[in-house]
């Protein structure tokens, strides 16, 4: 299932791929951790994972600038108006919701 709100559409599906998505939009982003904790030693933005649900696995990928993550495998059911955690490790570094 998913929303197009331009058009006004809810979208259904039968089809297990479409489900899957490689990437997520965030607002209303607290971060626990000082921003260095999302930064490599270049300066970039390095790889931490993103927890999409309460018994999921932390999912690995890249934080991008504009409140995108990036997963390195698709992630199924990623929800709108759910919560996304980030981590480093073990450090929960922050969260937002899910657009």
């Known amino acids: 299932m998913d929303k197009d709100f331009k058009k006004n559409l809810l979208i259904v599906t039968k ?3 479409d489900l899957l998505k490689k ?3 965030f607002k209303n982003a607290n971060w626990l951790s000082p921003n260095q904790s999302l930064r490599d030693a270049t300066g970039q933005a390095g790889k931490i994972k993103a927890k999409i649900r309460y018994r ?3 999912a690995s990928g890249v934080l991008t600038i504009n409140n995108r993550f990036i997963f390195d495998k698709p992630q199924r059911a ?3 108006g759910q919560s996304v955690a980030f981590y480093k490790g073990e450090e929960l570094l922050g969260g937002g919701i899910i657009c």
């Open 15 to 17: 089809n297990e791929k």
């Open 23 to 25: 990437e997520l939009t």
């Open 78 to 80: 990623i929800t709108p």
């Open 56 to 58: 999921s696995k932390p």
